[in-house]
């Protein structure tokens, strides 16, 4: 915070960024779908910027949702449901997705698919191309789920004491209690 009191605008626009990493994440997934599907011209400069520049995306918004993702900001109170308890029995898939997430083997199972999909690419059939995109696709529902589980994280089942679920979410604390009545 600067002398005046004032927030840095480094600083706004990191927690700004944070807030909608998710949202980055998903359209930057989208892009580079896009981009091994219908590649740019080879040789050309774009070919070899926007790969680039999509990549970069990627991981700074990744890293600003990770630092973001440890507490809830005043966006994310506002655009807290009024019926929490009601949008978390909707969502149990998506908070199974995340816990199945927090487990390794699931994970590195997931990634061997996520990568060795790409040999699909390199067939160059249309087949091929469809069981591609469809894997990568998945990583969107993933951080939706991420993302929910996130918000909704007190009504989990899973996370609560008698979920039931053994594993744990490396999730960012959420609020006290009685910080949520303030909303
Ligand atoms: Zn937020
Ligand atoms: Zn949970």
Redesign the pocket.
Known sequence: MNLDGSVPWAKRVSDRWGHWGSTMLLASIAAAILLCLRPLPAGSLQSLVVPLVVMLFVVTSWIMMRQHDRRLCEHCMAAMPLNPAEQATRYRLR?LV??AGANRRILIGYLVVLFGSNVFVFYGCLSGRLAWTVIQSSMVYLVLSYST?RRL?PW?P??SDD?G?EEQ?D?PEPLPNDSWQTV
């Open positions: 908070f995340t816990h589980h994280q989990c899973w996370c979920g679920g979410v999730e």
